[in-house]
């Protein structure tokens, strides 16, 4: 059973960077990966994705502020974070799609505050 977990939450100042971690174990990694997130009392949204091959997406907010990327080698995919803002404040998730199926790690909050 695949799992996935994440890591690199925190609080952080406005301005300010933080990276995350997503491990994938218990299955296949060649698959299309992805980073959501849910701040407090609205719904959760897109941030960006990677597919097997590399090629990226990003939500038009945070597109030249985060950077997602992915090590085949290590299982994990990555979202580095610079330039946060307060409105960047949510609970990150980690997903992994396989056969059509979408795949949700714990989440990790995400603080951006002075």
């Known amino acids: 059973q695949v799992q996935l977990v994440e890591s690199g939450g925190g609080l952080v100042q406005p301005g300010g960077s933080l990276g995350l971690s997503c491990a994938a174990s218990g299955g296949s990694f060649n698959v299309a990966m992805g980073w959501y997130r849910q701040a407090l009392g609205n719904q959760r949204e897109w941030v960006a994705g990677?597919?097997?091959?590399?090629?990226?997406n990003y939500q038009d907010s945070v597109k030249g502020r985060f950077t997602i990327s992915r090590d085949n080698a290590k299982n994990t995919v990555y979202l580095q974070m610079n330039g946060l803002k307060p409105e960047d404040t949510a609970v990150y998730y980690c997903t992994a799609v396989y056969d059509g199926v979408v795949l949700w790690g714990q989440g990790t909050q995400v603080t951006v505050s002075s």
């Open positions: 990677i597919d097997s091959g590399g090629s990226t």
